[in-house]
């Protein structure tokens, strides 16, 4: 209820404030002060409407993208508790952190001699090759540092649809991000994970999650710790390639969840990439992927279709004008039962 309450007294307080004379007060504080019956009759009325508006958006979207019936199937497998989220940097965006385009461009700032080097390389979505040519500039300790100093703050107010994982998902979640957001979110719902996986902890995941599922998986490492860090050309053929353990670790993982994709481009990317050998080396049927991805005008959706396929991950598209209210849109309804009706 948090998450509806503090837009609900942003729309109050929006109104402008009460004043009296020389003395001026928030809507929202003056009203839950002088009649809070009716200040939260008022709320729980208000987050009813907000629901339903939710669903209505959601159902129309999903209808004329031709999703419908893929997300009511995803609504039953929830239900089953056989779905876990998969979260990408999109869904940390609205609190302030950088995607790594714009992080690593950043950087450049202070190293102008790789600028236009590291700018093409970005253009072509060659993140892994941007990424090493910072590192080798900066050396390791200064590009560690910042990192901390960028996703490693602990951020005080929660924004955006993230804060509706709790509410939805209840068997841990998987990242490749190195922020806090998620333990922050699950522990402002009192819901905090059980335990906590980076680096070589990764091994003992499998094994652990079948006692106590509600854990968090950080594939790629976290801010405050340069061990287990995966972003280099190198550090993701180790973990990746013929003699690493992410894809194994993968495989046992999704051998009976599927995986939603939130916040995650899955354009040039790694665990995509893990996931298509996985479902292609399979010699019994394994379970279906999710992901809600934003249906822009330059997606070739065929194509687009055919490649997610191959790693067995099927698109809920959402239109990209607003991604976070979509975003919130499609979580609200599968937090409301689904759009069966």
Not at 14 to 24: C, K, N, Q, Y
Not at 93 to 112: E, K, N, V
Not at 122 to 135: I, K, N, P, R
Request: hydrophobic letters at 40%; glycine letters at 6%.
């Amino acid at each position: 209820m948090e998450y509806f309450r503090q837009r609900f007294v942003e729309e109050l307080n929006d109104e402008g404030h009460v004043s009296v004379r020389t003395f001026e007060w928030p809507p929202a504080d003056v009203l839950e002060t002088m009649a809070p019956r009716d200040y939260e009759t008022h709320f729980l009325d208000w987050v009813e409407i907000q629901k339903q508006n939710a669903k209505d958006r959601a159902r129309e979207f999903l209808e004329n993208f031709n999703c419908l019936n893929r997300f009511n199937r995803l609504h039953r497998q929830l239900n089953e508790q056989s779905v876990i989220p998969f979260v990408g940097a999109g869904l940390s965006q609205p609190m302030g952190f950088p995607m790594w385009g714009p992080f690593l461009d950043g950087l450049t700032a202070d190293y102008p001699a790789i600028a236009d080097q590291v700018r093409r390389h970005l253009a072509l979505c060659q993140y892994e090759d941007a990424v090493q040519l910072v590192l080798n500039r900066m050396g390791p300790n200064v590009f560690s540092e910042a990192i901390q100093n960028t996703f490693g703050s602990r951020i005080k107010t929660l924004k955006g649809p993230v804060q509706l994982l709790p509410l939805v998902f209840r068997r841990g979640c998987l990242t490749t991000n190195f922020d806090y957001v998620l333990n922050l979110v699950y522990e402002a719902s009192n819901f905090r994970f059980n335990g906590e996986f980076a680096g070589t902890r990764l091994n003992e995941a499998p094994r652990r999650l079948a006692d106590e599922p509600h854990c968090l998986l950080r594939l790629h490492g976290e801010a405050d710790s340069a061990q287990g860090r995966v972003l280099t050309g190198d550090e993701y053929t180790n973990c990746y390639g013929d003699d690493g353990n992410y894809t194994e670790i993968l495989k046992l993982l999704v051998a009976n969840t599927s995986l939603l994709f939130l916040g995650c481009s899955l354009s040039v990317d790694r665990t995509l990439q893990a996931l298509r050998e996985i479902k292609q080396a399979a010699v019994v049927e394994t379970p279906r992927h999710f992901a809600f991805l934003p249906l822009t005008e330059d997606t070739n959706r065929e194509d687009r279709i055919i490649e997610l396929g191959q790693a067995d991950i099927h698109p809920i598209w959402y239109p990209p004008e607003d991604h976070d209210l979509a975003i919130e849109d499609l979580l609200i309804s599968l937090m409301e039962g689904g759009l069966h009706d």
